[in-house]
């Protein structure tokens, strides 16, 4: 299995990964956010979270973090989502995430992360880069695809 750089535009980090699950298992992962804690590889994400089982557009979620070794939490809005292809959510930051599923076959899916700062201001985005954000979500995306296709080939 081997994780893979996508180019998505400025300020987007995204990678993607070939996953051994159908899109519909995976989007029921991804669409609940109170199982994004089994997704998470950065080590940030809480187990305690407030929101509905199933996203939906408009649908907001807090996630209990920690990062840095401070608790934190936030309230995020499904910004797109499309049944068994996308779900997407702005952070109270501006910046959003993004996973994209491409069936390839009915039990293989092409799993694309993207950590998406190019919608918060200039500003903004230069103090996501010098505090090393980009680098950092690019490590978590590429730990969250391995440990999400290792998952799937277990299970």
């Given at each position: 299995?081997?994780?893979?750089?996508?180019?998505?535009?400025p300020r987007q980090i995204a990678r993607t990964v070939e996953v051994p699950a159908s899109a519909e298992d995976i989007f029921a992962l991804v669409a609940?956010?109170?199982?994004?804690?089994?997704?998470?590889?950065?080590?940030?994400?809480?187990?305690?979270?407030?929101?509905p089982r199933r996203l939906t557009q408009g649908a907001k979620f807090s996630v209990?973090?920690?990062?840095?070794?401070?608790?934190?939490?936030?309230?995020?809005?499904?910004?797109?989502?499309?049944?068994?292809?996308?779900?997407?959510?702005?952070?109270?930051?501006?910046?959003?995430?993004?996973?994209?599923?491409?069936?390839l076959t009915p039990t293989s899916t092409r799993v694309t992360e993207t950590f998406d700062y190019s919608t918060v201001p200039a500003v903004q985005g230069k103090v996501y880069e010098l505090l090393g954000f980009p680098r950092q979500n690019a490590a978590g995306i590429e730990a969250t695809l391995r440990q999400l296709a290792s998952r799937s080939a277990g299970a």
């Amino acid at each position: 299995m081997t994780v893979e750089q996508v180019e998505q535009g400025p300020r987007q980090i995204a990678r993607t990964v070939e996953v051994p699950a159908s899109a519909e298992d995976i989007f029921a992962l991804v669409a609940d956010p109170h199982r994004h804690g089994e997704l998470d590889g950065s080590g940030t994400v809480g187990g305690t979270v407030s929101g509905p089982r199933r996203l939906t557009q408009g649908a907001k979620f807090s996630v209990a973090m920690k990062q840095f070794g401070f608790p934190y939490r936030f309230t995020s809005t499904v910004t797109r989502i499309e049944d068994g292809r996308l779900v997407e959510w702005r952070h109270p930051a501006g910046h959003r995430w993004r996973w994209e599923l491409t069936p390839l076959t009915p039990t293989s899916t092409r799993v694309t992360e993207t950590f998406d700062y190019s919608t918060v201001p200039a500003v903004q985005g230069k103090v996501y880069e010098l505090l090393g954000f980009p680098r950092q979500n690019a490590a978590g995306i590429e730990a969250t695809l391995r440990q999400l296709a290792s998952r799937s080939a277990g299970a």
